[in-house]
């Protein structure tokens, strides 16, 4: 692939100097940025044709959404230290939002969510201009930033909102946005889109799960709601393909027993250095240690399966990643088919962004994320093509069943709908 003509530098801690700046105990290792290319990946010819056979689904009946850790500005100055082998004109928001509203509107989704905004109103003025309506929860406590949603008003229309601030219920100031959408021109064609940003401590594993599976439940009400809508829920889940989380998100339920709460996200495995084999792991996710049923409190346990004497968290929803159903190439696939790594900077490197999708829509195509190769000679995100310190996730959906019972049905129950907060308000 082809390599376009910038440099920059590695820092390497292996020298040292007398000097008393924070980047003189770095030597400069340089490298060729390499070009960054992303492509689609359909789904298998005869997975599609099945699909296709089994749903009258027609092109205009299938939808695009896209997940997207924007990284805050905020939290990009506050936390310079993850970002020293990034030039600094990489980091500047003013670039950022350039390169990252460039990279969304080129790949045209019908669904947007965001993560990490803190600049909403400045990126709504943007994407209103290009056919969007969008929607916004900013987390409570200090931090200024939240999730936002966007999607072309030609294409959905919203029929009921609902916004999940997880302070409410005990668990941190993180927050979470639910919306039921119709197709404009398939009316029988109803969609719920779950958008979320987990805690990242990841020594907070029961308020991981414990937020999950309340979105999970709040998602699963709505689908009842509106007859089984399908679902499609995007978002930093804080946590690896190879976590127990991850286990809970794909097989529905978890025994948390199995798990020190500290290691339920998995993410103390990814510093770049264990990732790219320079540190080897001695210890896999299911080691135990005697006495680990004392790493639970009751309250802990209360936090993550809702019930303090319940071991076993579940939730009821059928829900697979489509990036594990669309197969991509070895070079950017690895643990469950998942991407080799949806996030890098100087402290981790490894999949935290995921998008699931419950029965009722299939997965038709992803854009397939980036070689580790090439992701790892960048020294660190954002880069010159990319905004941000995650990889922005995409996929294609096809409805698979045609819900035709499921309108009659809703239009005899005349379900009444929420009171829908005016879209562009930062403080909603």
């Known amino acids: ?101 460039n990279e969304l509107f080129g790949w045209d989704p019908h669904i947007i969510c965001l993560q990490e905004v803190d600049k909403y109103v400045e990126l709504s003025n943007i994407f209103v201009k290009e056919g969007y309506i969008g929607s916004y929860k900013r987390r409570t406590g200090d931090t200024v930033d939240g999730c936002a949603m966007f999607w072309k008003s030609d294409k959905f229309r919203l029929l009921e909102e609902e916004s999940i601030r997880f302070k409410d219920i005990g668990l941190r100031d993180n927050v979470a946005q639910l919306l039921v959408f119709e197709m404009c021109e398939y009316e029988s064609r ?66 948390i027993m199995l798990y020190d709460r500290k290691e339920l996200s998995g993410q103390k495995s990814c510093r770049p250095a264990q990732v790219l084999g320079e540190k080897k792991e001695t210890a896999g996710p299911f080691s135990l240690l005697d006495g680990l049923l004392k790493c639970w409190t009751d309250e802990e346990v209360k936090v993550a399966t809702g019930d303090s004497e319940l071991h076993v968290a579940v939730h009821s929803l059928k829900l697979s990643s489509s ?68 990889l922005a996730l995409v996929s294609e959906f096809s409805f698979s069943v045609t819900n035709k019972e499921s309108t009659e049905t809703v239009a005899e129950a005349s379900s009444p709908r929420l009171d829908i907060k005016e879209h562009g308000n930062p403080e909603s």
Not at 207 to 218: A, C, D, E, P, T
Not at 360 to 386: F, Q
């Open 323 to 390: 990036y594990s159903t669309v197969n991509g190439s070895t070079s950017t696939r690895g643990f469950n088919r998942e991407p080799l790594a949806t996030s890098y900077h100087s402290k981790f490197l490894g999949t935290v962004d995921y998008l699931w999708y419950s029965d009722g829509i299939v997965p038709t195509r992803v854009l397939d994320t980036v070689p580790i190769g090439e992701l790892v000679r960048t020294g660190g995100l954002p880069c010159k093509k990319i905004g941000s310190n995650h």
């Open 1 to 101: 692939m082809a390599a376009c003509c910038y440099f920059f530098f590695i820092p390497s801690a292996t020298s040292s100097s007398s000097s008393s700046s924070p980047r003189s105990y770095y030597t400069r290792r340089w490298f060729r940025a390499p070009e960054i290319q992303r492509h689609w990946v359909e789904a298998p010819h005869q997975q599609q044709q099945q699909q296709l056979l089994s749903s009258s689904s027609s092109s205009q009946e299938r939808f695009t959404v896209a997940s997207y850790n924007i990284l805050a500005d905020g939290n990009a100055q506050k936390h310079s230290d993850l970002y020293l082998n990034v030039p600094s004109r990489y980091i500047s928001w003013d670039r950022r939002k350039t390169v990252i509203c």
């Open 190 to 255: 109803r969609l719920i889109v779950g958008n979320i940003h987990v805690l990242y401590n990841p020594n907070r594993g029961e308020v991981k799960l414990g937020q999950i599976r309340f979105l999970l439940s709040r998602a699963q009400a709505l689908s009842e709601k509106w007859v089984n809508a399908p679902i499609v829920l995007a978002g930093d889940f804080n946590s690896t393909p190879q976590s127990g989380i991850y286990k809970f998100l794909s097989t529905s339920e978890l025994n």
